[in-house]
T-cell receptor, first 114, second 111 residues
Framework: GAGVSQSPRYKVAKRGQDVALRCDPI?????LFWYQQALGQGPEFLTY????????KSGLPSDRFFAERPEGSVSTLKIQRTQQEDSAVYLC????????????FGPGTRLTVT | DAKTTQPPSMDCAEGRAANLPCNHS???????VYWYRQIHSQGPQYIIH???NNETNEMASLIITEDRKSSTLILPHATLRDTAVYYC????????????FGKGTKLTVNP
């Protein structure tokens, strides 16, 4: 079956622009995660949803970052007034839930802020 | 969740076994050891996880020491496609579901 998909795969934004990154998780997966990966580093947790509820947003770096999953499936990560330090790969992952906790990752969206 | 320590890089010859070590000396009794890998320009991929018994699946074997302070991921017959960054992660089942990645081990499989 289809894995986790993300769009766009690449995004170039001018500093100050708003961007929206989309994640389509595996059908039926309850849990959805967003991670940020800077060049040469491991992924860092941003936020976590269980169905439509955002249970953990402790990793969001500032109030310019906002995530939603209104119907418990597709999720959008929005970054307002982008800054150069926001340049990174944004990874989405989904999992069945606590019963089978292994996470399945999408290919990521590479955001470059100029 | 407990921290892990991994060597920054390792090399392996194609066809040979790759043994990737991970130290997690502060692991708690209810924490599992997970391994993920990330091939260049792709998202991380789940490999295997275990609590205290050795585990094997179609991708790899996981050997956890009796005191659980360290583990080894074994790729029995490494191929060029196994070149990737391998992450060892310790996570409590039932706790926060987020994964805490370190810097991992960059494994290079050479022809």
């Amino acid at each position: 079956g289809a894995g986790v998909s993300q769009s766009p795969r690449y995004k170039v934004a001018k500093r100050g622009q708003d961007v929206a990154l989309r994640c389509d998780p595996i059908s039926g997966h309850v849990s959805l995660f967003w991670y940020q990966q800077a060049l040469g580093q491991g992924p860092e947790f941003l936020t976590y949803f269980q169905n439509e509820a955002q249970l953990d947003k402790s990793g969001l770096p500032s109030d310019r970052f906002f995530a939603e999953r209104p119907e418990g499936s597709v999720s959008t990560l929005k970054i307002q007034r982008t800054q150069q330090e926001d340049s990174a790969v944004y990874l989405c992952a989904s999992s069945v839930g606590r019963r089978l906790p292994q996470q399945y990752f999408g290919p990521g969206t590479r955001l470059t802020v100029t | 969740d407990a921290k892990t320590t991994q060597p920054p890089s390792m090399d392996c010859a194609e066809g040979r076994a790759a043994n990737l070590p991970c130290n997690h000396s502060t692991i708690s009794g209810n924490e599992y050891v997970y391994w993920y890998r990330q091939i260049h320009s792709q998202g991380p991929q789940y490999i295997i996880h275990g609590l205290k018994n050795n585990e094997t699946n179609e991708m790899a074997s996981l050997i956890i020491t009796e005191d659980r302070k360290s583990s080894t991921l074994i790729l029995p017959h490494a191929t060029l496609r196994d070149t990737a960054v391998y992450y060892c992660i310790v996570k409590r089942q039932g706790g926060s579901e987020k994964l805490v990645f370190g810097k991992g081990t960059k494994l290079t499989v050479n022809p």
